[in-house]
C-alpha cells in the first residue's frame, strides 16, 4: 500500500506564531505527532509520505502515486480537512480520516465523503481499519471506548518530518486529565484517568531526536504532564541524569494545571529536567467564574501568589484566559489585563468561550436551547457560538480592547523583563550551538525593538540588564521577545475580524427587527 499522510493547513492563530516564523526562515510552530505516531502504526511494507501543509504542499505526483490518504486534523483546521477529503475523493481515492476534530465531529468527515473513519485513540482503531481494509472493505467507522495502554505506543516517526521547518518537536507523556472543567473536550477524548509512558519509552524517543540531530525546543504535549504526579515524578527523575548526560540538548515546555504550585518537588525536578515554560489554564481570575465552569484547582489557593511561585522558581508560565462565562460581570477583560499585568505573564492565549461538541458546556447549553448554529472553535477571532448570559456586543467589545493592549508593543516588553527578572530559580547550562534560525531572529528582534519602534530605549536597556544579571535566560527571554512579534501584528486580525463579526450581527438584528415589524403591519 502507498499511503499520503496529510496534516492540513493551520489558519493563522495564537499559536501559530506566524511572524515570529517568517523573521527566524522557520515553517510552522510544531509538527503533526498525531500523524507520524500513526505513521509508526502502519504496516512495515507499507510505502509512507507525510506531507504538512504548513511546510510544503503536496503535489500532483503525490496524489496519482497514492493508492491510500490519511488525513487527520483538528477543528481549527476544518476547512482545509474538508477541501482535502473532497479532492482524494474526487481523484477516486480512498480516503481515511482520524484525529480530535473527526472524533468528536464524525459527521463532518462523513458529509465531505471520507471513506474510512478512524476514530478515538489509534492503538485500538488502526488495527480495526487494517482488518477492514484487508477484507476488502469500502468504507467504515472503526470506534473504541477502550483506553489504550500508552506503553505499547510505538515511537512516533520523527524521520519523516522536515526538522529544519519547526519552531519545536512535540512528544507526548501522558493521556488524559483527572479534572473535569465544563469547556473542556480532552476528558471526552482521553478520558479523566491520566494514562503515562513509561521513562524507557521517553528516553528513546528523546534519544530519537538526539540521534536526529535536533537540538531546540521540545515540547511535552500532554493536556496535564502533571495529571498523574506520582508517575511525572518518576520520569523526571530519570530524565534528569539523560539531561545532564547529554549537556541538557533540548529545552522543554509542557501543560499543567496550577496545582503545580502545590507540590514543591514537582516544581524542583521539572527546573532539574530542563523545563523552562509551562502552559497554564488560569481562564478567568473571578472565582465564581471559576467555579462555575468546575474548575475548583483554580480556587484552593491564591492564583497570583500561585504563578509568582512558579515563576521564582524558573519556569515561565503560559496562560489560557477566555471570557464570556456564564454569569461574569461586566468588566471581565479588565480584569485578565490587570491580571495580567501583576504576574507578568508575557503569552496569554486570550480567546472568546466556544462550546465545543460533546462537552458538558455543550450538552448543558443545548437542553438550555442556547446553542447558535455552527461548531465553537478555539480561533481569537471568531465569535461566541452560543447565547452568553450578558451582551455578547459588550463582551466581545471588552474582549477587543483587552487582547489589543495586552499586545501593544511596550506593554510586552516590560511585563517580559519583569517575568524573567522575577525568575531565581536554577538553570542549566548547555553547549548547544546557536543556529542561523537563532541568529537570523536574534538580529530582526534587535532591528525591530530595538531601532524601528519607539520601544528602541526600553529593548536596549532590558536587553543588557538580562544579559549581565540572568544571562543564563538570555535565549529564551529572547525567544520570547520574538513570539511577540507574532502578536504585535496578530492583533490588528483579530480586532479587524470581530468588528466585522460584531457589524454583521448588528445588521441581522436589525433585518429581524425590520421582519417583525413588517409581520407586525
Not at 126 to 132: K, T, W
Not at 231 to 241: E, R
Not at 389 to 398: A, L, N, S, Y
Request: glycine share 6%; charged share 25%.
Amino acid at each position: 500500500m502507498k499511503a499520503l499522510l496529510l496534516w492540513p493547513i493551520m489558519p493563522n492563530s495564537f499559536w501559530s506564531y506566524q511572524e515570529t516564523l517568517d523573521l527566524a526562515g522557520l515553517h510552522s510552530t510544531n509538527p503533526p505527532l498525531g500523524l507520524i505516531t500513526v505513521a509508526a502504526m502502519l504496516p512495515s511494507d507499507w510505502e509512507i509520505r507525510l506531507i504538512d501543509r504548513n511546510v510544503r504542499l503536496e503535489t500532483d505526483a503525490d496524489w496519482e502515486w497514492c493508492d491510500l490518504v490519511i488525513i487527520s486534523a483538528m477543528i481549527i483546521q476544518k476547512q482545509d480537512f474538508w477541501e482535502l477529503i473532497k479532492k482524494g475523493v474526487a481523484l477516486g481515492k480512498k480516503v481515511a480520516v482520524g484525529g480530535p476534530f473527526p472524533t468528536s465531529v464524525p459527521e463532518f468527515a462523513l458529509e465531505a465523503g471520507a471513506h474510512y473513519l478512524i476514530l478515538d485513540e489509534g492503538e485500538c482503531t488502526i488495527p480495526m481499519f487494517l482488518s477492514a481494509l484487508a477484507g476488502g472493505e469500502e468504507r467504515g467507522i472503526f470506534r473504541s471506548p477502550e483506553k489504550p495502554d500508552v506503553t505499547q505506543t510505538p515511537i512516533a516517526r520523527f524521520d519523516l518530518l522536515d526538522l529544519d521547518a519547526y519552531l519545536a518537536i512535540t512528544v507526548q507523556f501522558s493521556r488524559g486529565c483527572p479534572f473535569q472543567c465544563e469547556f473542556c473536550d480532552i476528558i471526552n477524548l482521553y478520558g479523566r484517568k491520566p494514562r503515562t509512558k513509561t521513562p524507557e519509552q521517553m528516553l528513546r524517543e528523546f534519544q530519537t531526536l538526539y540521534d536526529l540531530g535536533w537540538r531546540r525546543y521540545v515540547f511535552v504535549v500532554d493536556d496535564n504532564f502533571i495529571g498523574n504526579k506520582r508517575n511525572a515524578k518518576v520520569f523526571l527523575k530519570a530524565l534528569i541524569p539523560w539531561m545532564e548526560e547529554h549537556n541538557y540538548p533540548f529545552t522543554l515546555v509542557t501543560e499543567a494545571s496550577l496545582n503545580l504550585a502545590e507540590d514543591d518537588e514537582l516544581i524542583e525536578l521539572m527546573v532539574k529536567a530542563g523545563f523552562t515554560m509551562v502552559f497554564m489554564g488560569i481562564e478567568t481570575p473571578d472565582t465564581d467564574s471559576l467555579l462555575g465552569i468546575h474548575k475548583v484547582q483554580n480556587t484552593r489557593k491564591d492564583l497570583i501568589e500561585s504563578c509568582h511561585k512558579i515563576t521564582k522558581a524558573g519556569l515561565q508560565i503560559m496562560s489560557g484566559f477566555i471570557m464570556g462565562f456564564d454569569n461574569e460581570r461586566s468588566g471581565a477583560g479588565q480584569r485578565i489585563r490587570d491580571f495580567i499585568e501583576e504576574t507578568g505573564i508575557p503569552q496569554g492565549h486570550f480567546s472568546l468561550l466556544q462550546a465545543l461538541q460533546n462537552t458538558a458546556l455543550w450538552n448543558r447549553l443545548q437542553q438550555e436551547g442556547r446553542l447558535v448554529d455552527g461548531l465553537g472553535t478555539v480561533h481569537q477571532g471568531a465569535i461566541m457560538n452560543f447565547v452568553p448570559t450578558r451582551p455578547v456586543e459588550e463582551i466581545t467589545e471588552e474582549y477587543i480592547e483587552a487582547f489589543w493592549h495586552i499586545y501593544e508593543p511596550m506593554p510586552y516588553l516590560k511585563r517580559t523583563f519583569r517575568h524573567f527578572m522575577m525568575m531565581t530559580g536554577w538553570r542549566p547550562k548547555t553547549n548547544r550551538r546557536v543556529t542561523m534560525i537563532e541568529i537570523r531572529l536574534f538580529f530582526a528582534i534587535c532591528w525591530r525593538q530595538g531601532v524601528v519602534r519607539s520601544t528602541r530605549w526600553r529593548f536596549w536597556w532590558q536587553l543588557v540588564a538580562i544579559a549581565f544579571s540572568k544571562p543564563r535566560l538570555l535565549y529564551d527571554y529572547m525567544t520570547t521577545l520574538g513570539i511577540g512579534e507574532h502578536f504585535f501584528s496578530y492583533r490588528h486580525e483579530v480586532r479587524a475580524q470581530l468588528q466585522a463579526k460584531l457589524a454583521a450581527l448588528q445588521e441581522s438584528k436589525q433585518e429581524d427587527a425590520i421582519q417583525q415589524l413588517a409581520s407586525v403591519s
